[in-house]
């Protein structure tokens, strides 16, 4: 039958499980801190001079960092990757022992296409720092850039570590997926050399890879998985698009969600190589607000405006707080809900992705926890600092938050046009002050911030303020557009 509530647990991540598959997850966890844990931090670079190199990088970014370089012919072009700053390390591995990687694509231009040779195995069991709800056997690790994987590998003989193209597409596939740039790296980039099982380590080690292979095996290999315990799929887009019809009334539970199709772009001057997100090149102004704990349902599409541009691939970051991968979209229209890397299945849980080239990636998040300022952008170094990044704000639009502050900020004042206030707000003599505010009515300026009244002008009176605080929550502060039922509120 089914379990009893009793029998039912909330793991720390939000998980509602059974007694029994905590316990699985408790013994997973056990075991992994047995074998070996290795960051494999990836970095690329090239002694090409071009836009990808760091001559570009430092024109980009203002840097005096001297650019003038010799290219010697016989080099032109190459381009190398480090593995946790070495050029194609030797790595020693327990033969036949799984040791986990935890891949990390730091490269400023290139993607990661790990095919993992026929000496070893491999499970994926973690993407951007969230757990798989179970691991994934994996022939081929892709990292798009900023993104992470974690993996469990064993080996059973030496080994060249290879990166290359996904082999399962037609050139012209690929080329309509991922354009011509950034590109993955075609390169060997690391060795594994086996070492035997001898000391009481390692076969502590051996034991705990043993015990990791039957639980891969069987299926009892589990990981505290997902995010917060949450899962965003349910309701179409037309369902949640009916659901939140109208203006956003204050509430402590918000029901609704909110729409957004940043766009990936690039600037018309192709020579100063400027990329644009949502038409314009990064201000580090606001340009879009969401509310705390509302459901985001946004399109990321990449839409160039120059025919270099139309050859590009990028891949979105989202700062602070992680989506879910819903599909994505290339330019024929064709869906994907699994990505045509093989780094995701619909429903995981990222914080970055790459988008077709010219085509769109559908995701949802909601920014739960944390309120202020979160930036996203194109991960690839060249096109973020060029411009294809925005800044946004995450809101606490509560009813309880917006009542404290109408409280606060706008009970001092009376309900007169004049903007005057109760006696004991003055912070200074009074004549002197409704001098200076008369005064200051009249030539249109703010009032001294020294007096503790609403700051502006012609929003002075309760009322004014307390739909100014209204409107900081409202449909149109947050898509920042002017909307014209405002003007009546002001007199205007």
């Known amino acids: 039958g089914m379990p009893s509530e009793k029998q039912m647990v909330t793991t720390r991540t939000g998980n509602y499980v059974t007694e029994k598959e905590a316990a699985h997850m408790t013994a997973t966890t056990k075991l992994l801190n047995v074998v070996d844990d290795i ?48 050029y194609k390390p030797h790595h020693t591995m327990l033969s036949g022992v799984y040791q986990k990687w935890r891949f990390v694509n730091a490269a400023s231009h290139r993607y990661l296409g790990f095919s993992v040779p026929d000496e070893c195995e491999a499970y994926g069991y973690a993407s951007d720092g969230v757990y798989y709800e179970s691991p994934r056997k994996m022939t081929f690790i892709a990292l798009s850039l900023g993104a992470r994987m974690d993996v469990l590998i064993r080996c059973h003989e030496d080994a060249d570590l290879l990166s290359e193209e996904p082999d399962w597409l037609s050139s012209s596939q690929y080329t309509h997926i991922f354009g011509t740039d950034p590109g993955f790296y075609e390169h060997h980039f690391m060795k594994v050399n086996m070492t035997d ?72 001057n192709t020579v100063a190589e400027y990329y644009t997100m949502n038409h314009l090149t990064y201000t580090g102004r606001i340009q879009h607000r969401v509310r705390m704990n509302e459901m985001q349902i946004w399109n990321i599409t990449h839409k160039p405006i120059t025919a270099m541009g139309h050859k590009k691939n990028h891949n979105w970051h989202l700062h602070t707080h992680h989506f879910q991968v819903m599909y994505a979209k290339d330019e024929h229209g064709n869906v994907y809900y ?83 206030m109760e006696e004991e707000e003055l912070t200074y003599e009074n004549s002197k002050t409704r001098r200076a505010m008369r005064h200051l009515a009249s030539v249109g300026a703010n009032i001294p911030t020294e007096v503790t009244v609403w700051p502006w002008n012609q929003q002075n009176d309760k009322y004014q303020c307390q739909k100014t605080i209204d409107y900081l929550c409202s449909n149109s502060a947050m898509e920042m557009t002017y909307s014209a039922e405002y003007n009546n509120i002001f007199d205007i």
Request: net charge negative; charged share 25%; aromatic share 10%.
């Open 39 to 86: 960051p494999m931090v990836l970095q690329w670079q090239t002694i090409q001079a071009t836009f990808k190199n760091y001559d570009f990088l430092s024109r980009c970014s203002h840097s005096s960092m001297p650019i003038d370089q010799t290219v010697y012919e016989e080099v032109n072009g190459y381009d190398w990757m480090l593995v946790n700053g070495l």
């Open 197 to 268: 099982v001898v000391t009481d380590e390692d076969k502590k080690k051996k034991a705990a890879s043993d015990n990791i292979d039957k639980r891969l095996k069987a299926g009892t290999f589990k990981m505290d998985h997902g995010y917060f315990g949450m899962d965003l799929r349910e309701g179409t887009d037309q369902e949640w698009a009916e659901k939140s019809v109208g203006e956003y009334e204050p509430t402590d539970h918000i029901s609704s969600a909110a729409f957004y199709n940043p766009i990936l772009s690039d600037g018309k």
């Open 338 to 420: 699994e990505s045509p890397m093989k780094d995701w299945v619909t429903g995981d849980w990222r914080d970055t992705v790459s988008v077709p080239a010219n085509g769109t990636v559908y995701i949802r998040w909601k920014p739960v926890l944390q309120k202020g300022l979160v930036l996203h952008h194109c991960h690839i170094y060249n096109h973020e600092t060029a411009g294809m990044k925005e800044m946004m704000a995450v809101i606490d639009c509560s009813n309880t938050t917006l009542v404290a502050m109408r409280e606060s900020v706008c009970d001092g004042i009376t309900d007169d046009q004049g903007g005057s």
